[in-house]
């Protein structure tokens, strides 16, 4: 298994922290809430090198929901460009 440079840990944890706040946003849906809990765990799988990508699939699925709320879909642009640096990493 790779170890992941620390700026890339650094970013990861950001995009955590982003995607916990929105969970705990009391205008969040909870089909929304729910799909964000399961980005955040595969995020914080240990030994994953590929977990950015396949968060940013979740991430692609969950900002093309014609019902998402414009400011959520923008946080989770937000959030889906700081994983997108962490691949760069």
Known sequence: MMEQPHGQQQLIGEAVDALKELEGDGNTAKN?????????????KNGDSFKAVKALDGLE???NNPNLDQQ????????????EKSNGQ
């Not at 929304?32 to 914080?44: A, F, H, P, R, Y």
């Not at 959520?72 to 994983?83: C, D, E, G, H, Y």
């Open 61 to 63: 699925e969950l900002t």
């Open 72 to 83: 959520i879909r923008t946080q989770l642009w937000n959030v889906a460009s700081i994983l």
């Open 32 to 44: 929304i809430k729910v799909k964000i809990q399961e980005i955040i765990s595969v995020l914080q």
